[in-house]
Structure formats: C-alpha cells, structure tokens
T-cell receptor, first 109, second 119 residues
Framework: DAKTTQPPSMDCAEGRAANLPCNHS???????VYWYRQIHSQGPQYIIH???NNETNEMASLIITEDRKSSTLILPHATLRDTAVYYC??????????FGGGTRLMVKP | SAVISQKPSRDICQRGTSLTIQCQVD?????MFWYRQQPGQSLTLIAT?????????ESGFVIDKFPISRPNLTFSTLTVSNMSPEDSSIYLC????????????????FGSGTRLTVV
C-alpha cells in the first residue's frame, strides 16, 4: 500500500508556481521522498528526491518539513507541458516504488 | 540515467493468446521491475526480475500468468499469457537509474510502456 496521501487534482495558472503537497506521516528514518510525474501516454519521469534537506534541481524544488511527515513539490513557473499526474513516493533507496493515486495537475492558460 | 527500449509500443490481441513484451536497457542493471497500469489507474508492481534467479511476484500476480525472463543484466521479457479483456493495460518496465551506488541513485527510469488491448 502507498504510504502517502495527495490531493487527487489541482489546477494552476500558466506561469505561476505549482505547489503540490504530500503527506507521509508514517515515513521511516531510512526512507526517501521521491517525486515522479506521468504525462499522458508516457512512462513515469523522475523529478526529484530527498531525505530530510530541501532539494532543488532544474525541474523543481522539494521542501520537506522538519519532522519529515509532509513535503511539497514546487514547480516555480508552471507551463502547459507540466500538465501531468504527479506521484509522491516514500521508500528506502534502492527499493521498488509503490505508486499511490497521485495528483492530477492541470496547468491552464 | 539508463535508457530503456520497450517493445512493442502497442498491440491488439485476441483473447486466449499470449504476448511477450521486451525491455532492453543500455547499461547493466541489477534489478528490473515490471508494472501494470490499468485504464485510469495508477501503476501496480507485477514483479521484480533479477538476473540468474526467478522473478519475485507481488500479491495477486502469478508466474503462470506473467512469466518473466531475465537472461542477462540488460534485458528482460514479460509475457501476458492466455489473455482476456481484463488484461488490457499499459505494461511498463523500470530499472534503477544508478547501479553502482544505490545511495547515490536518482530514482528509477521507466520505459515508454506497451499499450495492450485484448479483444
């Protein structure tokens, strides 16, 4: 079973920041927080991951709360091509991924 | 990241037949994973395939229905046997992005999937 809770859907205006929340209150000390997205008809794409520190790469930023029970994925300037289902997954490094329902992000012009 | 080539990209099959899906990776990887994504649903792990040993199946999936081969560190196949319309799904393979040090991994890479329709 997935160990994360995400809102089923969100809208975001093009050019604005998209903030996608994820609750993972039962996360263990050795579990990372991974974010993937799946654009229609494609395989999931890795976005970012972190253990306890905030992380940033060319795609997004990941903010993890101090108690690690929740996190937020931030797309700083959402474009129409960011419309996808976003999955938040917690798992130890090297383990298989268990997908929950994800958040369907719709970026609107 | 590893690059995965998955074939076929899509197929329409008659019920009762079998389809073998191939997953080729451009680098050696220890573990390969097979997922199923039913229409409108999230991904569900079918099995984990390690080279030189039998695949490990998740609850609800059995070897007779989904036999898997893993002849070397860059290739795997998943067969969907004795198909019924309920097997219509997207099937995806996935590999770890970095084999050498899992603590430096950058997640997993997925193939583009095989869209299977059983009629």
């Amino acid at each position: 079973d997935a160990k994360t809770t995400q809102p089923p859907s969100m809208d975001c205006a093009e050019g604005r920041a998209a903030n996608l929340p994820c609750n993972h209150s039962t996360i263990s000390g050795n579990e990372y927080v991974y974010w993937y997205r799946q654009i229609h008809s494609q395989g999931p794409q890795y976005i970012i991951h972190g253990l306890k520190n905030n992380e940033t790469n060319e795609m997004a930023s990941l903010i993890i709360t101090e108690d690690r029970k929740s996190s937020t994925l931030i797309l700083p300037h959402a474009t129409l091509r960011d419309t996808a289902v976003y999955y938040c997954i917690v798992t130890p490094a090297g383990n298989m991924l268990t997908f929950g329902g994800g958040t369907r992000l719709m970026v609107k012009p | 990241s590893a690059v995965i080539s998955q074939k076929p990209s899509r197929d329409i099959c008659q019920r009762g037949t079998s389809l073998t899906i191939q997953c080729q990776v451009d680098s050696q990887v220890t573990m390969m994973f097979w997922y199923r994504q039913q229409p409108g649903q999230s991904l569900t792990l079918i099995a984990t395939a390690n080279q030189g040993s039998e695949a490990t199946y998740e609850s609800g999936f059995v070897i007779d229905k989904f036999p898997i081969s893993r002849p070397n560190l860059t290739f795997s196949t998943l067969t969907v046997s004795n198909m019924s319309p309920e097997d219509s799904s997207i099937y995806l393979c996935s590999v770890e992005a970095s084999r050498d040090n899992p603590y430096l991994n950058y997640g997993y890479t997925f193939g583009s999937g095989t869209r299977l329709t059983v009629v």
